[in-house]
């Protein structure tokens, strides 16, 4: 079935410091990836639309300056956060549209992101 | 806002039927029903989806109401490594659609 890899699967780093994720589709093209964000006892939240080719989609609150989103090819979108802080410290999930329109997304295994 | 409404939480015995509801009575004519779990820590598994008739996977099978406006997912031998977060999400057709997470509902297995 339908991969989807995140990496890296966890990571430490001062306050100030920008971390990027990766987010790749394995075995199909994804025109589009979605990034989530996820505090913890919470459910998903959705940060953005990924767009390859394009400029990302930012949901209402999310910073697009905070959260520099690169969808440079049809199988791999970055997660960039910039000069981050405690309060960036999250899970950090993404996901690959469906091939077909009704096709499930596929997700990746997320990133544990904590800023010390 | 997620369109879809479920329990906050139920549980079942091993080796039985686990029966997870959901209600999504404002469900349009070109949305889908899928259902994701996440395991503690992990990304979202996805499980199965439907449109209007009842569909059977190699994990679980997916009821649907003739209204469409409730669902019923049924895992018929729950195993300990089912206890999870459960989400019944509604999303149209196209592959740049977004899916709306709910708070789920949370499935504890017991031995």
């Known amino acids: 079935g339908a991969v989807v890899s995140q990496h890296p699967s966890w990571v430490i780093c001062k306050s100030g410091t920008s971390v990027k994720i990766e987010c790749r589709s394995l075995?199909?093209?994804?025109?589009?990836m979605f990034w989530y964000r996820q505090f913890p006892k919470q459910s998903l939240m959705l940060m953005a639309t990924s767009n390859e080719g394009s400029k990302a989609t930012y949901e209402q609150g999310v910073e697009k300056d905070k959260f520099l989103i690169n969808h440079a090819s049809l199988t791999l979108s970055t997660l960039t956060v910039t000069s981050a802080h405690p309060e960036d410290s999250s899970f950090y999930i993404c996901?690959?549209?469906?091939?077909?329109?009704?096709?499930?997304?596929?997700f990746g295994d997320g990133t544990r992101l904590s800023i010390l | 806002d997620a369109k879809t409404t479920q329990p906050p939480s139920m549980d079942c015995a091993e080796g039985r039927a686990a029966n997870l509801p959901c209600n999504h009575s404002t469900i349009s004519g070109n949305e889908y029903v899928y259902w994701y779990r996440q395991i503690h820590s992990q990304g979202p598994q996805y499980i199965i989806h439907?449109?209007?008739n009842n569909e059977t996977n190699e994990m679980a099978s997916l009821i649907i109401t003739e209204d469409r406006k409730s669902s019923t997912l049924i895992l018929p031998h729950a195993t300990l490594r089912d206890t999870a977060v459960y989400y019944c999400?509604?999303?149209?057709?196209?592959?740049?659609?977004?899916?709306?997470f709910g708070k789920g509902i949370t499935l504890s297995v017991r031995p």
């Open positions: 999400i509604v999303r149209p057709t196209g592959a740049n659609s977004k899916l709306t």
């Open positions: 439907g449109l209007k």
């Open positions: 996901s690959a549209g469906g091939q077909t329109g009704a096709g499930p997304q596929h």
């Open positions: 075995d199909f093209q994804a025109t589009t």
